[in-house]
Nanobody
Framework: QVQLVESGGGLVQIGGSLRLSCADS????????MAWFRQAPGKEREFAAG????????TYGDFVKGRFTISRDNAKNTVDLQMNSLKPEDTATYYC???????????????????WGQGTQVTVSS
């Protein structure tokens, strides 16, 4: 069974950086497509970044604009999201997601993913 656990959220000032990490404490996810989503209060959950096992090419949401980097370490069963140049509008709960079908590509739709973590809060303030 897949269990995704996020960590690394917190409070950061405008322009600062945070690194989120997602660990799979259950089954091996080395063949799964992994992604990060975020959800701000009153807004839809939106795709931030994803990375597939098939080609390891990262995909980013339109709002990222070069500020975030997603990476995965299959040996450690982790996928990280490095976030730089943070803005107040980046304030949200960030969720790790996995699609358990082996060798799946990344997609931006939340319904594509069948496992989710509990979320980690990121707050960007002045």
């Amino acid at each position: 069974q897949v269990q995704l656990v996020e960590s690394g959220g917190g409070l950061v000032q405008i322009g600062g950086s945070l690194r989120l990490s997602c660990a799979d404490s259950g089954r091996t996810f080395d063949s799964a497509a992994m992604a990060w989503f975020r959800q701000a209060p009153g807004k839809e959950r939106e795709f931030a970044a994803g990375i597939s096992r098939r080609d390891s090419t990262p995909t980013y949401g339109d709002f990222v604009k070069g500020r975030f980097t997603i990476s995965r370490d299959n040996a450690k069963n982790t996928v990280d999201l490095q976030m730089n140049s943070l803005k107040p509008e980046d304030t949200a709960t960030y969720y790790c997601a996995a699609r358990s079908v082996a060798w799946s590509p990344v997609r931006r739709e939340r319904d594509w993913y069948d496992y989710w973590g509990q979320g980690t809060q990121v707050t960007v303030s002045s």
